[in-house]
């Protein structure tokens, strides 16, 4: 079935540093891959979509130039928290869509938890 | 940001009952539902989908019911076990193929 790897599980950076977190698709080509924040207790918000090749759209009040989202191949998109703040800390989730439907159309990765001290 | 007093709604069931999960959703237009399962520290598990053109889809031990009328979605687990203790989302598709999840509710299964 579709996997979708995402890396690192567990990060601590420090505040201000930069943190680049990975998700591949590894056996089918992502036409588009989508990156959620989620806050302890509390549901999946939708940070971005990113489509092979273009820009990613981000949804309103997420700070493009802090969360930058790359989709330089079919098969891999990454998000990097720059200048990480202690309110960046949360679990961020990415998931992929391959090209057609299917019963497992969006496949998630495993998250990242992240803690900015 | 994480807002203050936020908490999971929460079903507590013996082990062998049936359990029943309800979602409210927002979007008419939605064509597209998918129930997750969440266990801590880890991603969102498919368990069972459906598409705005049926009101009920059955897997393994589980049932989804839609009802448009009053944007409704429910899980049914039969024979609820220990090991379906997780966190459980109902998500709907909008435009642009973009998820917008639920806010949760907490299983947990007493043995």
């Known amino acids: 079935g579709a996997v979708v790897s995402q890396h690192p599980s567990r990060v601590i950076c420090k505040s201000g540093t930069s943190v680049k977190i990975e998700c591949r698709s590894l056996d089918f080509q992502a036409t588009t891959m989508f990156w959620y924040r989620q806050f302890p207790k509390q549901s999946l918000m939708l940070m971005a979509t990113s489509n092979e090749g273009s820009k990613a759209t981000y949804e309103q009040g997420v700070e493009k130039d802090k969360f930058l989202i790359n989709h330089a191949s079919l098969t891999l998109s990454t998000l990097t928290v720059t200048s990480a703040h202690p309110e960046d800390s949360s679990f961020y989730i990415c998931?992929?869509?391959?090209?057609?439907?299917?019963?497992?159309?969006?496949?998630f990765g495993s998250g990242t938890r992240l803690t900015v001290v | 940001g994480e807002s203050v007093g936020l908490h999971l709604p929460t079903l507590s069931v013996q082990e062998g009952d049936n359990s029943i999960i309800n979602c409210a959703y927002s979007?008419?237009?939605?064509?597209?539902f998918i129930w997750y399962k969440q266990e801590s520290g880890k991603g969102p598990q498919f368990i069972i989908d459906i598409r705005s053109n049926m009101d009920k889809r059955q897997g393994q031990r589980v049932t989804v019911l839609l009802n448009k009328t009053v944007k409704h979605l429910s899980l049914q687990i039969a024979a609820t076990q220990p090991g379906d203790s997780a966190v459980y989302f109902c998500?709907?598709?909008?435009?642009?193929?973009?998820?917008?999840f639920g806010k949760g509710t907490l299983l947990t299964v007493n043995p």
């Open positions: 998500a709907e598709r909008g435009s642009n193929y973009k998820l917008t």
């Open positions: 998931s992929a869509r391959g090209p057609r439907e299917t019963l497992y159309g969006y496949t």
């Open positions: 979007n008419s237009a939605s064509d597209y």
